[in-house]
């Protein structure tokens, strides 16, 4: 039996759009790509894995993001944030101290920095990193209850209760919760 070309094509393209197979897909991101020329196309790439949970490849990107433009505090940002998501606490650090040395006003920076040092037990770090978040965002009702927290883990219970004080007024809640710790402290 002998068909024309032209039949074969088109049941070739008729097979292939039933079936998906001639849908364009997106090409997935392999960190080896050398496309990834710039600082940006770097940073976009991190944002990209950071966002579907590849946080080792997000890393390697943001890394070569901050390489190729080491002024950029956003990128120290990003970058210290995913280190911090695979359980790199020290170089998460580094890294958003750079990010707040090149841009002081990055409340974002401040919150991560204080909550890496938060797990990583620098508690004193910790609460200088709260100190300057309620800075830029006096309002922010999980840093105050955070430093109160750190307060009492530095066993600094006035001041735990100061920021359960202050914490009253923003968000009842969450204040109760940081009464029941400073109440639990003072047991031990």
């Not at 950071?50 to 390697?60: F, L, P, V, W």
């Not at 940002?77 to 650090?93: E, F, M, P, V, W």
Request: charged letters at 20%; glycine letters at 6%; one cysteine or more.
């Amino acid at each position: 039996m002998k068909y024309r070309a032209g039949t074969c094509i088109a049941l070739l393209l008729f097979t292939g759009m039933a079936t998906g197979a001639l849908i364009p897909t997106p090409p997935t991101i392999h960190i080896e790509q050398e496309e990834y020329l710039e600082a940006d196309d770097w940073f976009q790439a991190g944002v990209e894995l950071n966002s579907e949970g590849n946080y080792r490849e997000a890393t390697e990107a943001f890394a070569r993001s901050v390489a190729l433009a080491p002024s950029n505090a956003l990128a120290w940002l990003n970058l210290g944030t995913s280190q911090a998501l695979i359980g790199d606490y020290q170089r998460a650090i580094d890294s958003l101290k750079n990010s707040l040395l090149l841009d002081n006003t990055l409340a974002l920076a401040y919150s991560n920095l204080a909550e890496v040092c938060f797990r990583a037990d620098r508690y004193q770090e910790a609460a200088e990193a709260y100190s300057s978040l309620l800075k830029l965002w006096p309002g922010n009702a999980n840093a105050l209850y955070k430093l109160g927290l750190t307060h009492l883990l530095l066993n600094e219970t006035e001041k735990a209760q100061g920021e359960y004080l202050t914490l009253k007024i923003v968000d009842p809640e969450l204040a109760e919760k940081l009464h029941h710790a400073i109440i639990q402290g003072a047991g031990n």
